[in-house]
């Protein structure tokens, strides 16, 4: 299992929004940076486990924890005119973009940036690094550990991580 964080403008996609959601589940769609693309693509499995992190807003930070529930596949909105993700230079054929499946595990207290940059444990974290302006970056084991149990009081599978 791997830990990530994710990111999402509350405007675009709350995690008030993911509750909604049927099923609790939604494809994290709109992701227009590579290396993030590459994470899901490439890395992210069924059943690793992410933070759901409001970003742009008045107070940043961690707000929930998702499971990846369905394996990467093209992202739809790349191929939709109407769409701001829309790419012209991908086609069903030769896809540019890739999604996830997030199911939604649990909405949490919010766990803000400036409290994450309270703690030297968290201090090698990504979304901690000055210019850091990826939407999907992995967590260490270590750091999820310390969030979850630490910060967020949580026990048992969703603060423990795997071996």
């Not at 529930?69 to 992202?75: E, K, L, R």
């Not at 940059?117 to 979304?127: F, G, I």
């Not at 270590?142 to 603060?159: D, H, N, P, Y």
């Amino acid at each position: 299992m791997r830990y990530w964080l994710m990111k999402s403008e509350p405007g675009e996609f709350s995690i008030d929004d993911l509750e909604a959601a049927p099923r609790r589940t939604t494809p994290w769609t709109g992701v227009r940076n590579y290396q993030a693309r590459n994470f899901m693509r490439d890395l992210m499995q069924v059943g690793d486990r992410a933070f759901f992190y409001h970003s742009s807003c008045p107070e940043p930070g961690i707000v929930g924890i998702v499971e990846v529930a369905a394996p990467a596949y093209p992202d739809p909105t790349q191929f939709d005119a109407g769409s701001p993700y829309y790419d012209p230079k991908a086609t069903p054929e030769n896809p540019r973009w890739f999604n996830v499946e997030v199911k939604l595990v649990r909405k949490t207290r919010l766990v803000a940036l400036k409290e994450l940059k309270q703690h030297p444990e968290l201090a090698s974290m990504q979304v901690l690094r000055p210019g850091n302006r990826l939407s999907i970056t992995p967590v260490d084991p270590r750091e999820w550990k310390f969030i979850t149990q630490r910060l967020l009081g949580l026990s048992g599978e969703v603060a423990s991580p795997c071996p």
